[in-house]
């Protein structure tokens, strides 16, 4: 297997990836497991062959609750990050939604008082 996974400390923080790609054996999992696409669709993709993807799955249930638990923490960082930074850009697509034309409804970031 070594021959299709590799770790190297400077390249994406030392995760164990597929030799020659900066794909993770976490990206592999997340794109297969979480959101469902099979592992030939992966492949081809990414152009992979099917051995490497088949490896990094390998790779990933010899490792599984590491993997688990790194996916897990990425995913509630991810999660906090949006909480505490919201999109201004959805809040205006929700205001233009709920009827408001551009000023007749202020932001919650609006400073502006006339």
Do not use: W
């Not at 995760?15 to 669709?41: Q, S």
């Amino acid at each position: 297997m070594s021959d299709y996974i590799e770790t190297t400390l400077g390249t994406r923080g030392g995760k164990p990836r597929i030799a020659g790609t900066r794909i993770t054996v976490a990206d592999i999992v997340l794109m297969h497991r979480r959101l469902g696409r099979a592992l030939e669709e992966i492949a081809g993709t990414y152009d992979l062959s099917l051995a490497a993807v088949y490896a990094a799955m390998a790779h990933y249930y010899d490792h599984k609750d590491e993997i688990d638990q790194s996916l897990d923490e990425e995913e509630a960082l991810a999660e906090a990050f949006k909480k505490n930074n919201p999109s201004l850009l959805r809040e205006k697509l929700q205001a233009l939604s709920h009827g408001c034309s551009q000023g007749s409804c202020p932001s919650s970031h609006d400073t502006f008082s006339p």
